[in-house]
């Protein structure tokens, strides 16, 4: 069995957060080409430039020492990477033992497969991207997947004993004729649904993002005139106001980074399936970590290289800015910019909680 981390100061950042949740990419690679998350004639990274697993655990490990307690697992598409079980059997192994929760965003696509390996890894909730019940606009969205093996998943994940959350993007002109319909789906399966606000990040045509534009707080407003909507109390650690719906006795939740600002209780940090560790989606200050990892000096200055990285959180993100100028939500900001959103938005899911 592996060692316990040792306790080590926790990670607070310089307007006294504390970091406690890791989302933890480990490949950029999937096997859908959602619109709204990557062009569909991606370049994938070459496999050297990709933390291995036994990295990635080694982070995760450090992470869990500084006082993380709760590790997403992400990608791209988390699942499609051979051999990822052994990184959720090596990351369950620290549940008790600093880790409190160990959980998965995924696109649901080999959940049907996956599910019981993931509960028995220790893995105990998941959020599944699902943006349409409709099966030709789920093909014309992912632009080569197919619905029924996601609801499968779905099914199996539940039978393996999984909580199961769904995750759908609000997309103007594309789903929002489906709001009341995944409600009253999600109540029916007996499923907590969250609606997110799309963001202007990654690489597609100019115009893009703000077409694809829907304000959660139109959202809120429709739900609010079909279904009874009670605030309610609710931490998932995650950025999300819930609410729940009488007709289903389940919950909704909204997460709506561009016309919220939830920044001053952020608790989290990104790390990509390279070794790049953001402290913020809404800005383009990040470390890099894979130094620490490979070369004559590896694992001597991992620590110091994460605290100097929280040290640079932000107070917010600009996700705000690009939202008042429309000009600069999104292709036409700096190539400099662009490029380094689009490493992110490439390398992992941002929708979530």
């Known amino acids: 069995m592996e060692s316990v981390p040792t306790a080590l100061p926790p990670l607070v950042d310089p307007f006294g957060r504390r970091v406690s949740y890791l989302r933890l990419s480990v490949t950029d690679r999937c096997d859908f080409r959602c619109a709204y998350c990557m062009a569909e004639d991606v370049q994938f990274l070459p496999k050297r430039d990709v933390l291995s697993l036994e990295e990635l655990e080694q982070i995760a490990r450090a992470f869990v020492s500084m006082g993380v307690t ?26 008790g033992r600093g880790l409190g929760e160990l959980t998965v965003t995924t696109n649901g696509s080999q959940l049907e497969r996956m599910a019981s390996p993931l509960f028995a890894a220790g893995v105990r909730r998941v959020n599944v991207s699902l943006d349409t019940l409709k099966p030709e606009r789920f093909r014309a969205l992912t632009r080569r997947g197919d619905l029924s093996p996601v609801l499968a998943g779905l099914q199996a994940a539940r039978n393996a004993g ?20 995944l409600v009253l789906w999600a109540g029916a399966q007996k499923l907590d649904l969250t609606f997110i606000e799309v963001m202007p990040m990654g690489e597609l045509p100019a115009g893009t993002r703000l077409a ?24 998932t ?13 389940c919950d909704i939740g909204l997460i709506a980074p561009m016309t919220e600002n939830f920044c001053g209780s952020c608790n989290r940090v990104r790390l990509t399936c390279t070794g790049t560790l953001y402290p913020c989606l809404g800005k383009t200050s990040a470390r890099e970590l894979r130094p620490a990892l490979r070369g004559e000096k590896a694992g001597t200055n991992l620590e110091a290289e994460i605290r100097s990285a929280i040290a640079d959180k932000p107070k917010g993100h600009e996700f705000a800015l690009h939202l008042a100028d429309a000009s600069r939500f999104d292709a036409s900001r700096s190539d400099e910019t662009c490029a380094n959103e689009t490493a992110i938005a490439r390398a992992m899911h941002t929708t979530g909680g």
Do not use: C, H
């Not at 059997?89 to 549940?95: E, Q, V």
């Not at 999984?162 to 489906?178: M, R, Y």
């Not at 650690?237 to 006795?249: D, H, I, K, L």
């Open 212 to 235: 694809q534009f829907l304000p959660l707080t139109e959202v809120q407003a429709r739900l609010g005139a079909r279904f009874q909507l009670t605030p309610i109390a609710k931490d």
């Open 237 to 249: 650690g995650g950025p999300s106001r819930y609410w729940r719906v009488a007709e289903t006795g």
């Open 162 to 181: 999984l909580k199961v959350k769904i995750n759908t993007v609000a997309l103007k002109g594309f789903n929002e004729d489906e709001l009341e319909d």
């Open 70 to 95: 709760k590790i997403r697992v992400t990608g791209g598409e988390p699942l499609v990477r051979r051999n990822v079980m052994q990184l959720f059997t090596g990351l369950g192994g620290l549940l």
